[in-house]
């Protein structure tokens, strides 16, 4: 080989050298990018349980800051400011038209606030009731807490957005969020009010659950919660309605949703400061919080499982004509499986911080992890459902589509030989006129034009004209 093709040789090798070597070993610092760029994503996504750790840590280590009559003086600045700021937050969130456009479905809002506010928190009564009976080693405030919080309405946000995901029915969602809050001022202090006595007598006798009896005062409730509840709710409604575009571009750019998280953070900070400073965690075992956390994980997904039951109604397709009536569409069940089973925090520990405002400061605390616990679990087992529902979604839609298709081909007559108007054609001597619409696109117009000359002139086309394939 000449010299010129020996450095070509060599600076080619070379140059596949360096770029193996470039892909083998990538320059230092990337995995540390990506190690970065991870931890931010998570922190994006899952700041709000984070908020949450670090909330209890703080309320544990310095429980003097938030509690009732602390520094902060949280009885005010957190359980009426923070409140009211969250509520008007939503009612600032909650689209007046897309509420206005859903209103009408009245049977669908029926079945959702139904399983929601009556058939979950009876059958929790029902479970709670039964395991007094039976004596289970569990703590009783815990277990009365877990009824309070089967009685709450659903969460405002986070099952639309968990709705939206899945590809479910978001103005559904979005309706009923609002349904099922301006309901639970009224019901779930009612359903308390019933459920409390008889879960006290049910009590054993060695435990003394009776830092959560007393009467509730409904007249002292619905004033507290209208206040901090309704009329901002009201309000940010009003607000929303007048100045819709403004409204939405402040909410993007004041992250609103996120002020509304970081104000339940600071409400669930003075719950658990109030429990700290008075103790009432010291009865309360790591074996009691396993127990609350399994019974919660098992409630949503049985309720989640009877929300999908009731709305989707499963039965051989298509089934009779009453079922289909009553069946509602995947989209349709996904936004009543999301709606139907999650409880609130943000109306949830404020009903409790009113219900049990003259008792024990720290009994709130107790009454309130269970409802805290299932918010947990209710966003990690829902996002976990996201992806499953969003494919059974699709999947329906799949078979609608090849469903229309089908019926569209049957819809298609066939033509008999023994019908000369089938297609509204005419019969020469030996030849059929076929429409241009059932031949290919270069050859419907040739034979047209072929078909008319023959009709005119008398002259029939050569039978290696494209019309003879089509006899």
């Avoid at 009211?84 to 206005?100: D, H, N, P």
């Avoid at 969602?173 to 308390?192: D, K, Q, R």
């Amino acid at each position: 080989m000449s010299p010129p093709s020996l450095k070509r040789e060599h600076s080619i090798a070379n140059t596949t050298y360096s770029e193996k070597s470039a892909t083998l070993t990538p320059p230092k610092g990337t995995w540390i990018q990506k190690i970065k760029s991870l931890i931010l994503t998570l922190l994006s996504k899952y700041w709000f349980l984070l908020g949450l750790a670090i909330a209890i840590i703080l309320a544990w280590q310095f429980p003097n800051v938030a509690k009732k009559g602390g520094y902060l003086r949280a009885e005010w600045t957190i359980k009426w400011g923070a409140v009211i700021v969250i509520f008007f937050i939503s009612g600032l969130s909650l689209r007046t038209k897309i509420l206005a456009q859903t209103v009408l479905r009245i049977r669908l809002h029926l079945l959702i606030q139904i399983i929601n506010l009556m058939i979950i928190p009876g059958v929790v009564f029902g479970l709670i009731l039964l395991f007094f009976k039976m004596h289970m080693p569990l703590n009783s405030l815990l277990l009365v807490g877990v009824v309070i919080a089967a009685s709450t309405p659903t969460t405002v946000s986070s099952n639309v957005v968990m709705t939206k995901n899945a590809d479910g029915n978001e103005a559904s969602a979005l309706m009923n969020a609002a349904i099922g809050n301006v309901l639970g001022i009224f019901v779930s202090p009612a359903l308390v009010s019933v459920f409390q006595g008889p879960l006290i007598d049910a009590t054993p006798e060695d435990e003394t659950p009776q830092q959560a009896g007393g009467k509730v005062d409904f007249v002292s409730v619905l004033q507290q919660l209208g206040l901090t509840v309704l009329v901002p709710l009201v309000v940010g409604q009003i607000i929303q309605w007048l100045f819709t575009e403004k409204v939405a571009k402040i909410k993007v750019k004041c992250r609103l949703s996120d002020v509304s998280s970081f104000c339940l953070l600071t409400l669930v900070w003075s719950v658990f400061s109030d429990a700290v400073a008075s103790g009432s965690f010291g009865s309360v075992a790591v074996v009691d919080i396993v127990a609350v956390t399994i019974i919660n994980a098992g409630l949503y997904i049985s309720f989640s499982l009877l929300c999908w039951f009731l709305a989707y109604i499963p039965f051989p397709f298509p089934g009779p004509r009453w079922i289909q009536r009553l069946r509602y569409s995947r989209p349709d069940t996904v936004a009543i499986m999301y709606c139907g089973a999650t409880k609130t925090v943000a109306m949830g520990v404020p009903l409790i911080n009113v219900l049990y405002q003259h008792g024990d400061p720290g009994t709130i605390g107790v009454l309130s992890t269970p409802l805290l616990l299932y918010h947990v679990e209710q966003l990690i087992l829902g996002n976990i459902e996201v992806e499953i529902l969003k494919k059974w979604v699709h999947r329906g839609q799949q078979d609608d589509i090849e469903q229309q298709q089908q019926q569209e081909e049957i819809a298609i007559p066939a033509p008999h030989d023994d019908d000369p108007t089938e297609y509204g054609t005419e019969y020469g001597s030996d030849t059929t006129h076929v429409p241009s619409t059932l031949l290919p696109s270069h050859l419907g117009q040739s034979t047209l034009i072929q078909s008319n000359i023959a009709n005119h002139s008398g002259f029939m086309p050569s039978p290696f004209s494209p019309t003879h394939h089509y006899r």
